[in-house]
């Protein structure tokens, strides 16, 4: 009883705070572009943090742990390969952030027209639902873990909070609190990385053995991860909705930077939790939940499992709320192509309805987080990532047969 009732107590005062601020951003929000891009003043610290706590999703650091289980220190590309991802990014700041307003289905359209913009702003969301859908699962995962809660009623009280929490604050509310949830996140595992360490009955097998490659993760698969996972780095919606929110390109260049160079020893933070869990833990008692909670369930006081169950849902929520607004601007964009107005605010705020509902519906029929989030990247992968690189990087292109390379 004490246990629960510790990590209550933490979950209650960082939501207590969480909507705070939220509710405290709304009254900020004077106008639209306040709403979808934190009046485009955003500085370095803040970029930074958002940047970040996006990347980190609940989806990204429980994934990353699990797939500890077959790829063993190997697990570390998928963090790497984000990184690798914003490095690519940098010498495409500046053309980013001067062409690009409120959204990248925005940017489509000016450099192929208005007929690839509607299909971009009806595909972009499609994909981006499954990403939200993914965060969802996470969250239910851990809510059942930590607190029992029910997966489904996880899925509807998870769900339910991605949806207010996006529609009162808009990105106001998100750049404010993403840094204080990175933070969290970052802490809650390196916290638990240096706690687990030397643990006495307890043995980690060196890196030497299974990294880079090993047996279940070979060059070709890193080739695989490179192209439909770091791709989503270089183009992605929820990456190019920070850059449109910095105050300007030298910010934002500075902020993924910083982000990419702490990204790489994040990622073997979080695989040697991975190759600790599957080689101390019952291998049925990680089946039934992720490794990186039952980890924490086993092996950490209570007041630090209270910090890691408040970092894992801060990670969850700062990848789901900007996943979801950015996806409802580009549903508001096939009914404006300029959404800076009130009306488009109105709609938007309709469509993180829609969108959290369909995420939420998702959510109760699929419970792979890495299944869903692999295969709503490469549905976004598959189109725009050729088409908008090439723009992008000055090739020549033939704009009439644009649609069909996005199909």
């Known amino acids: ?29 004077k106008a639209p572009g306040d709403y979808f891009i934190a009046g485009k003043r955003t500085g370095f610290w803040q970029i930074a943090g958002s940047l970040l706590a996006t990347i980190l999703g609940g989806s990204a650091v429980l994934g990353t742990v699990n797939l500890a289980k077959d790829q063993s220190w190997a697990a570390a590309w998928y963090i790497l390969a984000a990184s690798a991802g914003l490095w ?12 690009g307003k409120f959204t990248l289905a925005n940017l489509i359209g000016q450099f192929y027209g208005e007929t690839e913009r509607k299909s971009a702003s009806v595909i972009i969301p499609l994909a981006w639902t499954g990403i939200v859908a993914a965060q969802v699962i996470a969250s239910a995962k851990i809510l059942f873990s930590f607190f029992g809660l029910p ?37 809650g595992v390196v916290l638990t ?32 991860l490179f192209l439909t996972f770091s791709s989503t780095f270089v183009v992605g919606p929820d990456i190019y909705s920070r850059i449109f929110c910095a105050k300007d390109a030298a910010t934002a260049r500075r902020s993924i930077i910083l982000v990419a160079s702490v990204l790489i020893p994040f990622a073997f933070f979080l695989a040697y939790t991975g190759v600790f869990a599957y080689h101390n833990l019952d291998a049925e008692q990680i089946q039934k939940s992720a490794a990186l909670i039952e980890v924490a369930n086993v092996y950490l006081p209570e007041w630090m499992a209270g910090i890691m169950a408040a970092a894992l849902l801060s990670a969850v ?29 109105r709609h938007t705020r309709y469509f993180i309805i829609l969108c959290g509902i369909a995420s ?14 692999l295969l709503a990247l490469a549905f976004y992968s598959g189109a725009f990532i050729v ?21």
Do not use: W
């Open 1 to 29: 009883i004490f246990a629960v009732t510790m990590k209550v107590t933490i979950l209650i005062i960082y939501f207590v705070f969480l909507f705070g601020l939220g509710i405290y951003s709304f009254f900020k929000i």
């Open 88 to 99: 690519l990014l940098l010498p495409l700041v500046g053309k980013v952030n001067r062409l």
């Open 151 to 187: 997966y489904e009623t996880g899925v509807l009280f998870s769900g339910g909070v991605f949806i207010l929490y996006t529609l009162v604050g808009g990105q106001i509310s998100i750049i404010k609190t993403d840094l204080f949830q990175s933070l969290i996140i970052l802490a």
């Open 193 to 224: 990385a240096f706690y687990i360490h030397g643990l006495p009955g307890t043995a980690v097998p060196s890196i030497n053995d299974s990294f880079p490659f090993n047996l279940n993760f070979s060059p070709i698969d890193l080739l695989i």
């Open 317 to 345: 929520l700062s990848s789901a709320d900007t996943t979801l607004l950015t996806s409802s601007m580009i549903l508001s964009e096939l009914f404006n192509p300029d959404i800076n107005n009130r009306r488009s605010l």
């Open 360 to 373: 939420m519906l998702i959510a109760l029929k699929i419970t792979s987080i890495i299944g869903t989030l």
């Open 387 to 407: 088409p908008l690189l090439a723009v992008l990087i000055n090739l020549k292109v033939n704009k009439k047969l644009s649609i069909l390379a996005m199909v």
